[in-house]
């Protein structure tokens, strides 16, 4: 079996749980014996170009025609099973799909956003939910509210672009929702349940990793994922000797340097590398995921599980799927998205050893790798076979 694997991957300003993702799919399809071929992109490439080469990428996402070429001339030299595609913009768009079919090569999808129905694929703006654009063929409120990039410019592109490849997405073989709330949302934009399958994401194994003490956040310093309301939340807190780690980068970040340094019971880590993410993640007892917008599948999440540390989520998007928040054996709890809630969630996984001692079960029945793969070559094989 030959994959060709395509992603965009995002800017390294901004790290995302979905490069983790892909880089981690990547490696466990070789180590299965499936021959990957990467058709990757970075938008750090970017920044690196002359001008005349800058201002030639605001068509990219409609079309991208030099990333075009370059694919069918891999796809006539590799002769692929298959093309995986995660993220196409703004360096690949969707036009790889039809490329890939003229070719004779199948497309799968995985969706790890609302971006074939959103503009900034959020399904969030100015602190709340929205879903002004959801059903439209053309995207004018995301236009008008420049929810791109906070451009009218960079988001009228971006709605072209939807507008444009709604065509597109209807010939995509099979998607991949990651949860069964997101194949409900592709049947909502018009994709046949018979063409969606859902399996989530994996994390690699770490192994026994002793439990340390005290709560993490780590993402990035944006809104939607909540900094915020932690930071009010922790301010509501009885919990005498822990401690509030937060790591990562962003708009928020003189929000959390602020009140790192107003309380002792606050550490501020800033960006960290891998290996500074991991000894984070050991030192602590517990992740927190304060979204307040859906995010599909927390990567920190499922790291946390992994690790056998308990979650304390939002009852918005994933979180509470991977907390297991309402099964027999839960590995954290979900919370409504208010101070007193959280911090209400916060004091309970605080006293109660079980939600920890419930995590790496739940990894390893749910997000493993063993378990995550073999439906993942699954899917191949069968769209293959059709």
Known sequence: MKIVIAHNRYSSAQPSGENVIVDYEIGALREAGVEVVPFLRSSDEIASLPAHRKAALIASPIHAAGTQRELAALLERERPDLLHLHNPYPLLSPSVVGTAHKHGVKVVQTI????????????????????????????????????????????????????????????????????????????????????????????????????????????????????????????????????????????????????????????????????????????????VVPSIWQDILPTSGIEALAAGRAVVATRMGGAPFIAGADTEAPAGVAVEPTPEALARGLEAVAKDPSFAANARARYETVFAPEVTLKRLIEIYGELIKA
């Open 112 to 287: 790890h956003n609302y971006r074939h129905d959103c503009v900034n694929g959020l399904y969030f703006r100015d602190g709340h939910d929205c879903r002004d654009c959801h059903g439209k063929r053309w995207n004018a409120p995301g236009v008008i509210h420049a929810c791109y990039r906070g451009s009218r410019p960079q988001s009228a592109v971006m709605a072209v672009a939807l507008g444009v490849h709604q065509g597109t997405w209807r010939g995509v073989d099979r998607f991949i929702a990651l949860t069964d709330a997101m194949a409900e949302y592709l049947k909502s934009i018009g994709i046949e349940a018979g063409r969606i399958r859902v399996k989530p994401n994996a994390v690699a194994d770490p192994g026994a990793v002793p439990l340390g003490a005290g709560f993490l956040f780590g993402a990035r310093l944006v809104p939607e994922k909540g900094v915020a309301l932690l930071l009010e939340a922790w301010k509501r807190t009885d919990l005498p000797g822990q401690v509030l780690r937060i790591a990562g980068d962003g708009p928020l970040r003189p929000l959390v340097e602020a009140a790192a340094a107003e309380r002792d019971d606050i550490e501020y880590l800033g960006q960290l590398e891998p290996a500074e993410r991991d000894a984070a993640l050991a030192a602590s007892a517990a992740v």
